[in-house]
């Protein structure tokens, strides 16, 4: 035998000795059943209210998709001048309303005035819903309409600018003041923002993934070691689109839920999919069309 191959060896059994080691004094712990989740069918929301028959983020379209019967929402949230917690997606546009630039730029009574009914297109044709009175929502208005749902929000502001430095605290005394903790998750692109969440919420608010969450996870699945995985959060939203996560999909699904962690998927669009996601363990689904997928997921229980 050369020298190599007894190095090779030697370094081997090393890795195997420290992975059985591993397995000895390691032992998963599970997240905490958070209430928000606890849902005994597969559950649909509507991503920012429901955008293909009526305009993302309006009355109008949290209403209309709370009456295909969707369990709630996933929405995304920003700060304003004054610091007012908004429900928007992106930063402002003339297409979406009268202003352009950043949310941050502008103060709650500016952004009231805007007409939130933009035009947009369905399979159908286009439409406007300008001078229908559609507003920019607060969050805490948005809450107090539809007690009864499921939010998931997602902070957008990053941490690194003045505005996301405030996101978490204020979020945080939103939810303290209308007793909502039960029925949100709070998650963010950033993981700094769910955790600096987390320090005022200390584990009362259940809490999605972030980036960096999601991948440290799916290294330790695909490596030897996903025993030594501890997870910090409660949800993970994935996508349904080729790239990492499309890899061993089932697997992952079922090393998710060996940890109590809930999976919701966004992007979904065909029963058959919905249906294998659903076999393998999904908990729910995130839309631009609840109807469409209310009726998919029905199907596919039957």
Excluded: C
Excluded at 35 to 62: K, Q, R, S, W, Y
Excluded at 182 to 190: A, K, L, N, W
Excluded at 250 to 259: C, M, N, T, V
Aim: no cysteine; charged share 25%; net charge negative.
């Amino acid at each position: 035998m050369g020298k190599k191959t007894t190095i090779a060896l030697t370094v081997g059994a090393a890795g195997v000795a420290a992975w059985a080691a591993s397995k000895v004094v390691s032992k998963q712990v599970p997240r905490e059943p958070k209430t928000a989740l606890d849902f005994n069918e597969t559950i649909v929301l509507a991503a920012h209210g429901g955008t293909v028959e009526t305009p993302e983020n309006t009355m109008a379209a949290f209403t209309k998709s709370a009456e295909t019967g969707v369990h709630g929402f996933a929405v995304d949230i920003r700060l304003t001048k004054d610091e007012e917690i908004i429900v928007f997606q992106d930063e402002m546009t003339d297409r979406t309303t009268d202003f352009s630039g950043k949310v941050a730029d502008y103060t709650w009574n500016e952004l009231n005035r805007a007409d939130a009914g933009y035009m947009f297109q369905d399979g159908n044709g286009t439409y406007s819903y300008r001078g229908k009175g559609e507003k920019i929502l607060r969050l805490q208005e948005l809450l107090e309409a539809f007690p009864h749902l499921l939010f998931v929000i997602t902070i957008k502001d990053s941490p690194d600018t003045y505005e996301g430095s405030l996101m978490p605290s204020k979020l945080w005394r939103l939810l303290e003041t209308t007793g909502d903790q039960d029925r949100i998750v709070v998650t963010s692109p950033f993981d700094e923002q769910t955790d600096r969440f987390n320090l005022y919420a200390q584990n009362k608010v259940a809490i999605g993934a972030g980036n960096e969450e999601q991948m440290k996870a799916y290294t330790s699945f695909t490596s030897q070691f996903g025993h030594l995985y501890r997870p910090n959060a409660d949800l993970f939203t994935l996508t349904d689109k080729k790239g990492v996560f499309s890899i061993r999909t089932d697997a992952f699904i079922h090393f998710l839920k060996g940890l109590n962690i809930k999976v919701y998927y966004k992007g979904v669009s065909d029963l058959e999919r919905v249906t294998k996601l659903m076999t393998a363990g999904a908990s729910g689904f995130i839309t631009d069309n609840p109807s469409a997928m209310m009726k998919q997921v029905q199907s596919a229980e039957l």
